[in-house]
């Protein structure tokens, strides 16, 4: 027991001596230890003092589970420390990613002007991005706290609406200039086909996925040409370019939902700390559920992996029509590792 609680005592403080390491470095790009974390460590040297002063058996078994809770939270977030990193990372990307949608918006504002027919579209675009802005603000709070639930929203509610974003930056753009808007589109109809291809050589993608992908893209072409044939006669609607970039959409999500998202961030994560409980405190699982990250609390499920690829609908990867120059998209790889 003795040479357990001196192993378990100099783990304690390698453990604490990395995370105060880290600690500033994670500070400067906006994410915080886990409270959580923070509260065991504090506590540790009463628990240790504890075992150390016990006379008694029954006065080591009170603190023994104290002991062992102290182990798990260690382990279970040393298992995850890397993925604070990867949390800051995407902090900083997503800070470009907005700056280049702000452009965005600035940029077709002075079109609209001329061009009544883009007026709403344009309105809910502008409501579009204040709630992006929002999203990032309230991110960036709870990742000094909580950095569970910041991922979880960073994801879902930030990088996650991307490709709904903009295309609706390509939808006004489509209304104030329909020949580049059009020219766009048939470029996006070419990659989309291109992408398919690629898939289709991979045996684990469903061939069912295959034919609806094929058929989004033949009923974009469809609507492209009804478009033309449309502006020939000066009689095209608003409601038939937003149902065209609506149907990019709709191609976009079927990507994302086998992890082709154009705009999945693909930052690394870091260095996990290692933290082992010695055997003479470790008194097997006391209880299941769920964990902060993933089914059963296991390491690795702070975020999702880092996929996607090049090539968007009007967003940065594109450059050309959303007038958003290639370095500022989300595809580019930031520095990772502790």
Known sequence: MKQGLKQFARGVEQFKKMISKMKPRLAKLGVGIPAELEAALAKAPEILSAVQNAKTPEELEDVMMDIQDLGEVMMEWGQKFGDLMRLGEMLKQSERSLKDMQRAVKRLGSGVKKNPGAQEPFENLNAFLGEMVRTLNETKELAKTEPDSALDKLEDEFFGRMEEFWNSVSQVDTIVNLSKGLSQAKKEITR???????????????????????????????????????????????????????????????????????????????????????????????????????????????????????????????????????????????????
């Open 192 to 338: 989309a086909k291109s992408k398919i291809k690629a898939l289709s050589r991979d045996k684990k993608i469903d061939p069912a996925l295959i034919a609806d992908l094929n058929d989004v893209v033949s009923r974009l072409e469809q609507k492209i040409s009804e478009i033309q044939s449309l502006s020939k006669q000066g009689a095209v609607d608003p409601e038939d370019i937003r149902e065209l970039w609506d149907l990019f959409q709709e191609f976009e999500n079927k990507m994302s939902d086998i992890g082709q998202s154009f705009y999945a961030p693909t930052v690394k994560r870091g260095e996990d700390v290692g933290f082992e409980l010695p055997d003479a405190f470790d008194f097997g699982p006391r209880g299941g559920g769920e964990g902060n990250f993933g089914e059963g609390g296991g390491p690795g499920g702070f975020g999702g992996g880092p996929t996607g690829s090049g090539g968007n609908f009007g967003g940065p990867n594109a450059g050309g029509f959303g007038g958003v120059p290639p370095s500022g998209g989300v595809g580019s790889t930031a520095p990772g590792g502790l």
